[in-house]
């Protein structure tokens, strides 16, 4: 049984940086798309980013020029680098590992961003 189990939320203030990381536990092959995702309360669950197999990045536009997702292909990890957090920013954080025949989503890890 495959689990994502994702890290490195917490509390920032705005204009601070946080750095999430999410990894598979178990044996995972072939994973087509890694991606980030958020929920704030009220809201709904929204894509923040993903990379695909080839590499390919894709923002919401809203994290454009202050998020980078990146891979690491053989340790089965995905990361998010969260830089300039504003208080829009504040919201549950999954994780998405998609494959032709799974699709498997993190926890959630808690990001406030307050002062």
């Known amino acids: 049984q495959v689990q994502l189990v994702e890290s490195g939320g917490g509390l920032v203030q705005p204009g601070g940086s946080l750095r999430l990381s999410c990894a598979a536990s178990?044996?995972?092959?072939?994973?087509?798309?890694m991606a980030w995702y958020r929920q704030a309360p009220g809201k709904q669950r929204e894509l923040v980013a993903a990379?695909?197999?080839?590499?390919?990045?894709n923002y919401a536009d809203s994290v454009k020029g202050r998020f980078t997702i990146s891979r690491d292909i053989a340790k089965n990890t995905v990361h998010l680098q969260m830089n300039s957090l504003k208080p829009d920013d504040a919201a549950v954080y999954y994780c998405r590992f998609l494959g032709s025949r799974y699709d498997y989503w993190g926890q959630g890890t808690q990001v406030t961003v307050s002062s």
């Open positions: 178990g044996s995972i092959f072939s994973i087509n798309v």
């Open positions: 990379i695909t197999s080839g590499d390919i990045t």
